[in-house]
């Protein structure tokens, strides 16, 4: 059976996605090759530079952008939320006082993704999972 465009894309998308898997996003704004813990020698540079040059993944505060470490659920959500729902992520305004997550993950529950938001506490959920815990690869295909 042949794959429609759409079908083709997003598997590309989250082929991209889970092969971060141990790639963290993060918060800072800044040229990716800036990145001072990624070398144009380590096996996902060009994966990183690109999903960087797209917004999908940032890097952390302190410039690096730690490539061995675990993604967890808020980083994860996060790369799917701007990959997918950039500016719907945008517009959420009610940030004050909230987690950096707040917003994609918001966006992500608007949009029932199967995940963990409805046990992470946003606002009235009950709090079992956080954001920071680590997800997995089987997870993250669930997602």
Known sequence: MKKSPETRFLSLILALVL?????????????????SDVSEKHWAYDN?????????????????FR????????????????????????AVTDTAGKPWYYSYMKVARDHDLDF????VN???????VVADDP????????I
């Open 67 to 90: 490539p061995e470490g675990q993604v967890t659920y808020a980083q994860f959500i996060a790369m799917l939320a701007r990959t997918f729902y950039a500016d719907e992520v945008a």
């Open 19 to 35: 092969s971060f898997s141990l790639c963290g996003p993060a918060l800072a704004d800044f040229d990716p090759s800036d990145y």
């Open 48 to 64: 990183i530079m690109y999903c960087s040059e797209w917004e999908i993944v940032k890097g952390f505060e302190d410039g690096t």
């Open 122 to 128: 946003l606002g009235g959920w009950p709090e079992v």
């Open 135 to 142: 997800v997995n690869r089987y997870e993250m295909a669930s």
């Open 116 to 119: 963990k938001t409805n046990i």
